[in-house]
């Protein structure tokens, strides 16, 4: 599968069929959580990456092998507005399932009304706010010349005047970045100007390419949702499980969900160990040969080891 990948577990999606209608990495951030490494050159103007119609067979396959899917979740190897015509695959995908279709963005081209308008047939769209100042926005996002903050932000508010569905809004809580008080203070704001339906917070458990990027303490976990609390309702997605159980071919299945977000060790072994069960050396074996293709390599996170791709950091 080119186009589809998973499913996959999701912290908010529970059982996602992952649809990547983007080259990598095609962005118009530089975020420095990002879990598929650095923006090389950034990527602003939006076009047809891959025949749509080519992307739509290969979704209606992926749902026909998977019956039991709670989303199918359009999240691109970068930024996924920058696809030009994902609106009409929104349209066709709902035609072939009653599965709920899910967005997640950057939110970053919001600004534009062909952008907002792409979005309206989806269930539930995941734009991304990170800071509610210029300067963290500058910090975090690092975006492309002239998706400046105030940008941002008035496309998420104009999205939320003409959009029906659930609007969720993702934070990224850094710590020592956006996590004191006043940032906090300062992002509420901003939510409170949006009035989504709900704020996740997530937190950068994946490697990441900057070293400074490191996970918030408790105390600044409960303050962040105490504190966005009084405008939103707030969530701290707990995280699913992989499912590998139905994957044709295990190594490409891997290979597919880890090109996407790098993977835990502990929860590639557990997903493997459902395919085999009672078969440890069998579990064993199998990583070791998939480690042996050469496609991955392991790298430390928080002191787990995470499979990711060769090349990505």
Known sequence: MKYTFGPVSSKRLGQS?????????????????????????FVTDRQEFFPREE??????????????LDWITFVGSGETMLYKGIGWLIGEVKKLTITPVAVITNGSLFYLPEVREELLAADAVLPSLNAGS???????DRPAPGLTFRRH??????????????????????????????????LAS????????????????????EQEVRLPSEERIEQAIAILSTVATVIHPVKGTMDLRSAPDMLEAVTAIVSRHPVQQLELQKAIADCFPGEKDKVSAVMQDMLATGRFKLVDHDGEPYWVLKGIF
């Open 17 to 41: 069929l992952g649809v990547d209608l983007l080259p990598p990495k095609s962005c118009s951030w530089n975020c420095v959580y990002c879990q598929l490494g650095k923006t090389r050159k």
């Open 55 to 68: 992307v739509l067979d290969e979704i209606r396959q992926a749902i026909a092998a998977n019956s039991a």
């Open 134 to 140: 210029e300067a963290l926005h500058t910090q975090i």
């Open 153 to 186: 932000v008035d496309g998420l508010v104009a999205f939320r005047r003409e959009y029906k569905g659930r609007l969720w809004i993702e934070v990224m809580l850094l710590g020592g970045i956006n996590d004191s008080d006043e940032a906090l203070h300062e």
């Open 190 to 209: 901003v939510i409170k100007e949006i009035n989504p339906d709900m704020v996740h917070l997530v937190l950068p458990t994946r490697p990441a390419p």
